[in-house]
């Protein structure tokens, strides 16, 4: 078996367009300009939301759940969600 390795930004976080379907993770932070980080604040994605990739279409959209809301998000949005990846249980 292959193993593909998704990277990671510092302290093992990643971008939340990396997490596989299924995969579920914290915010850790949301990059961009004033205006994109706070949209997707009020989204719920704000630290330390917990979030699940329930459909990823690389390198399309990808539909999350995020505080009890299903939310479909572009690829460039995706990547400013800084998350660490957390064990289904």
Do not use: T
């Amino acid at each position: 078996m292959k193993v593909i390795s998704m990277g990671s930004v510092s302290g093992g976080s990643m971008p939340l367009a990396f997490l596989p379907e299924g995969a579920a993770g914290r915010v850790l932070r949301v990059l961009g300009g004033q205006g994109a980080s706070r949209h997707l604040e009020d989204m719920g994605f704000a630290p330390p939301a917990r979030v699940k990739v329930l459909k990823s279409c690389p390198p399309g959209a990808m539909l999350v759940m995020v505080k009890d809301s299903r939310i479909a998000l572009g690829w460039g949005m995706a990547m400013k969600i800084l998350v660490k990846s957390i064990e289904e249980i």
